[in-house]
């Protein structure tokens, strides 16, 4: 399951969901700071090597990635000639290095633009691998729910948040099931026929999940009902201590002060796409 | 508080809201605090919103229009809000998979008592408490999704009892559970019963395991009270129970039957295989010795065409050293009724989604018509077995019940003469003739399983496979279901059902298979199977109880059915 808890002992399992969940809002603000593709690859680096440490397999933490690729390409391609650094390098001709479309002046591609995208590329995983790494495989959902509510998140929406996360195994095995079910029917699946054809066996997949989905939420809240859910949600008590401890201060402490660099090198221009451009420029002129 | 009635019902009736008759009508009960009640009555009789008035569901919960008064421990329950409701009266629901809300079986328990405002050392020890008492130590860390059912359902229960309720109210507690799982359920509850004195309300249609426990049984039939009593007195009533189709001891459907002939005439009709024991060893049908012939194994087989074949065939999931599959010799041959009994987790899902080629064998070589199974699709092999699965909510996605049907036969490129043909061929032999432009989604469950019924059978499947009808269902549907098979057997059709109903394989299959953990303990007759009484234990499977009887009773002739018995037995007196 892409989206499970991993249990594990390690550093990132022992930190508060707070600091984790900091750490995942500096680092999606960074990344979005950051156009340059090997400051962000470097970053990338960063986080699996964390994900390694904290006995994650690669196999686990690179799936999401994997089953995403159909659209990362997407993305991708119409990122190269689409992104704003390109859409404004083109208006120099003398910067266009090639046409996207070949025999046409269609999508023309620059340099700079291409370097560009590849960090947006980057960027898109980094988000998606840190989110995994830091909340996903090693916070407990009631950890989240209980950090939310520590932020003055009203109970009931923290918790049920929380509840709704501990579905998404479930929802995964029923979805195997609706799919098994057509295919014994005759069903080619999603994977096969022209967009139309998959279009409307996505359709048909979702309809089943939904309806059972939703019967599975009526007797869920019957059930949590039953079991004193939202009974004086104000004197409620949560079983599991959530304390900051010295390591969670010291992430914090790094965590500050990686952002103030980055804001501090972002400022000066030196966190964009022109680190690797003038990199490769060098190599060139080298060679 | 200590004098008053755990529970007490005072004129009830409750419409649910936009429901056009009420759902209860002028109910009248009393509990007292230690009794042990077993709600019994067909689906949709009412027995689930009894349940949900024992702890203010309903009226705070559900919408809808009531009269009378509900009282718990003397609250009067329209006076109280669930949540406190919930500290006296504990509600355990059918499926375990919608109780379960907490990412490990730690949080699961403390979920309600932190809902409660329990102080978090206290809750500490009532979570190793509770886990002792359902036996799930070591269990903290798991997550819930992860546990067999009867473990999951097990902690359904640690759950509640971590909440220190006095009643329990427990609604088809084991109706999704294998037999291994409905055993651990039941030990839970007689240890709830007998050891904490607890009172407990049971709704389930398991009558013939739980006659021993329960000392009251109150039968709701249509929205009303139809019988309330003693076990025995209310059994006494078995013509009644089995016009309503309410499940009976086999044991008491028998001497039911043989009641009307002078030989037989008994003051009270037994209720326990013990009973019925002594009561035939009495007039004298206890045999010396058996010495039943084994059946031949080639007695059943009608044809040598062979649909299915298995050849050392094993399987493993990617993600476990364990064969999930071993080892499996099959031959199943045109018109064959096959039975694949097992456990959950003994194999038999794994061998018949490698059948359908939804898994690809990972040892050996299993052919469907002629076609290896790891050379085609699924979708290939759509219109020579069809498969039928437990809930029909999971199966059917069309706007119409045509529409439904016509899945199929375009996936499968049908001519527009034959799809029609077939068409009406399953809507006049499932009834669904009236309803070809009604929406799936608006029909009652049972005509739901008919139309996903209907929707596999209509590309004409030389094989159906049909899994696990008994499970999440009442037995009466469940029979519905195997009619259906039966008939097409009959027809020509072949038939493999997975199931751990032990009665439904006696009365309906005729060739068997049993598995256990991933290997093959049994293979022939239905008729044999019952006599490896050493395999069964293995296997964790029981005969059904007039097969236990006609063990005891030494009966020299297979004995599947109370008919059986009944004919047996008649002929016997008058020999």
Redesign the interface.
Known sequence: MAFSYIPAKSFLHSLDARTKLIAFFVITFSAVQITDPIVMGSMLAVVIILSLSSHIPMRKSANLLYRLLPLLTFYFIFNLPLNPLNLKLIQDPAKILFYMIPFTKWAPITGEGMVFSLAMLFRFALIVYSLQVLITFTTQTVDISRALIKWKVPAPIALTAGIGFTFVPVLGQSTTMVMDAQKCRGGKGVDTGNTVQRLKALINLLIPIIVSTVKRAQFVAVAIESRGFGYNIEKRTFVRETKLGMRDYVTMAILIGYLVSIYYLTSHGILSWNFTWSLLQRLRGAA | MGTSPAVRIENLTWTYEGAEKPALKGINLTIQPGEVVLIAGPNGSGRTTLC?LL?G?IPH?FDGKMTGNVFINGINTREA????L??IS??V?D?P????????V??EI???????????DE??KR?TESLEFVRLVGYE?R?P?TLSGGEQQSLCIA??IA?RPQIYVLDEPTSNLDPIGTEQVFRVIARLAQEEKKTLIIVSHNTEELVTLVSRIIVINDGQVALDGDPRSVFAKAEYLLKTRIAIPQVTELFEKLKHLPKFRVSTLPITLDEAYAKLRELGFENSAETTPRAEDYEDAKSDELLVEADHVGFSYAESQAKALDDVNLKVRKGDFLAVIGQNGSGKTTLV?NI?A?LKPTEGVLRVGGLDVRKV???QL??K???V?Q?P??????ESVVKELA??TK??GFTPERANERMSYVAERFGLKDLMNESP?EVDKGTRQKIAIA??VV?DPQTLIIDEPTTGQDPDSARQIMNIASQMNKEGKTIIMITHSMPLVAEYAKKAMVLSDGHVLFQGLVKNVYQETEMLKKASLKPPQIIQLAHLLKIPQRILSVDDMYSYLVKRAGA
């Not at chain 2, 809000?81 to 406190?84: D, L, W």
């Not at chain 2, 309600?112 to 102080?119: A, C, F, I, Q, W």
């Not at chain 2, 909510?393 to 069309?398: C, E, M, R, V, Y």
């Open positions: 949900r702890n569901l919960f809000t669930i949540g406190h919930s500290q504990g509600l629901f499926d998979l919608s109780q379960l809300v907490s990412p490990t730690f949080d403390a979920f309600g008592p932190e809902n409660l405002g329990v102080p978090p809750i500490r979570i860390e997550a999704y759950s509640i909440m989604k359908v939804l699709k699924t979708w759509a219109d077995v069809g498969i699965f809930n909510d999971i199966q059917l996605f069309s899945f199929g996936a499968m989604g929707a596999v590309l």
